[in-house]
């Protein structure tokens, strides 16, 4: 397809934080290219990035996840009003859940991160108002993990790459252009015609399957919806406390500064296609998901639902993203099914591939989009939804 525009040498297609990671990554490292950031909106944030609790929690059973989830830290430290290290922690509810703990203490100290056990009285001190202490048996602390702003680092790497000469681009993408030789030479749009690209990312999170539906490897990105809720507003205390998860329920509960907010897994997983956005209409098992998350909740917090929404993120099978170049789309890159917690270090990772540096051969193969291929797809999907319930015992990260 013939164009008048210059073609741009990399077009990041999604603005979320992962697409404006890289929008400004990329543009602080090669200041001679053209580069492009589309998103059928800029404002709002339509995809996961706009409705994400921001928990940040380092460790992982994965080590790519934890190798991830540290880079990523230190470039939110970075930002102004991006990351409040308010710490995390774990209870466990039972002796099972107490040696899993203990697991999960030894091989965080063991990676480097800081970790401590702690009492049950210990952990109600630091966040009275989200834990029955007498229904603790152990607790881990994690001191330094914390919340992540999403729409404010979003926003940061959005001014900062338009800065340094990035163009933003609201349209709809419709589809991968190719050449004649079967190259990416841009990607067609409802609203702005054909754009011209050399190079193309896709860090469209949920929508990313809907623009490869045409190739021979399995790209397994589940769409799922899942319940969070906002509680009343109530006086914000001068430090927040630090999150807290039950990994023994499934249930995670979040001090947002002026109201507590509380999500759970604990439900039988349900696959949603998504639409215009990320946000899913409010399924009725929710209601009784969210009840019995409340359990947890001290009752003289008064916690009750303000506002609840299902919002909509992205489940593989192996629970990692995938990110690197697409098998049979020569120039076309994914950066997919990445959480808030691991935005920044993957946008970095991906950066160094593009520019041909030295990476590091494992998160590379653990995060290849190929190496799903010669499986079956419906059973890749079937293992991917049978990963939702078990997000915290196999390490999964939080949006």
Same mark, same amino acid.
């Given at each position: 397809m013939q164009s008048t525009q210059e073609p741009a040498d990399i077009a990041v297609i999604g603005a979320g934080i992962v697409g404006s990671a890289l929008a400004y990554y990329l543009s602080n490292n090669n200041k001679t290219k053209k580069i492009i950031l589309v998103d059928? +909106? =800029?404002?709002?944030?339509?995809? !996961?990035?706009?409705?994400?609790? #921001?928990? &940040? #929690?380092?460790?992982?059973? +994965? *080590?790519? =996840?934890?190798?991830? *989830?540290?880079?990523? &830290?230190? @470039?939110?430290?970075?930002?102004?009003?991006?990351?409040?290290?308010?710490?995390?922690?774990? =209870?466990?509810?039972? $002796?099972?859940?107490?040696?899993? =703990? $203990?697991?999960?203490?030894? +091989? /965080?100290?063991?990676?480097?991160?800081?970790? @401590?056990?702690?009492?049950? @009285?210990? /952990?109600?001190?630091? *966040?009275p108002a989200l834990i029955k202490k007498e229904d603790v048996t152990s607790a881990l602390y994690f001191s330094s993990d914390g919340?992540?702003?999403?729409?404010?680092?979003?926003?940061?790497? $959005?001014d900062e790459a338009r800065a340094r000469g990035v163009e933003c681009i609201e349209a709809d993408i419709t589809g991968i252009h190719k050449d004649g030789n079967g190259r990416v030479d841009g990607v067609n749009t409802g609203t702005a015609g054909f754009i011209p690209a050399k190079t193309v990312i896709l860090a469209t999170g949920i929508w990313a399957p809907e623009l490869l539906p045409n190739i021979d490897t399995p790209i397994p990105i589940v769409p799922v919806a899942h319940p969070y809720m906002y509680g009343p507003y109530h006086d914000q205390k001068k430090v927040p406390s630090p999150w807290i998860r039950w990994p023994d329920h499934h249930v995670y509960a979040r001090?947002?500064?002026?109201?507590? %907010?509380? %999500?759970?897994?604990?439900?039988?997983? &349900?696959? $949603?296609?998504?639409?215009?956005?990320?946000?899913?209409?409010?399924? !009725? @098992?929710?209601d009784n998901t969210l009840k019995d998350a409340l359990g947890f909740i001290p009752p003289e917090t008064g916690l009750t639902p303000r506002e609840t929404f299902n919002g909509i993120f992205s489940m593989t099978p192996d629970n990692l993203p995938l990110v690197g170049e697409v098998p049979g789309l020569e120039g076309v890159y994914l950066a997919a099914a990445v959480w808030v917690t691991h935005a920044a270090g993957t946008a970095r990772f991906l950066c160094d591939v593009l520019e041909g540096k030295e990476v590091d051969g494992e998160i590379k193969r653990g995060l290849d989009p190929g190496r799903f291929a010669g499986r079956d797809g419906k059973t890749l999907r079937k293992v991917a939804l049978g990963g939702y319930n078990e997000i915290y015992r196999v390490g999964g990260a939080e949006l």
């Open positions: 059928r +909106s =800029l404002t709002p944030l339509n995809g !996961s990035t706009g409705h994400a609790p #921001g928990f &940040v #929690g380092q460790y992982n059973d +994965s *080590a790519i =996840l934890t190798r991830l *989830a540290r880079d990523t &830290v230190q @470039e939110y430290t970075t930002i102004p009003g991006g990351f409040d290290t308010i710490g995390g922690i774990e =209870l466990a509810t039972s $002796q099972t859940g107490a040696k899993r =703990l $203990q697991r999960r203490y030894d +091989s /965080a100290r063991a990676a480097g991160l800081p970790a @401590e056990l702690i009492s049950p @009285e210990e /952990a109600a001190r630091m *966040a919340a992540a702003s999403a729409t404010c680092i979003t926003r940061f790497y $959005q001090d947002h500064g002026p109201f507590y %907010g509380l %999500g759970s897994y604990n439900h039988a997983p &349900v696959a $949603q296609e998504p639409k215009d956005t990320a946000i899913g209409e409010w399924i !009725s @098992e929710f």
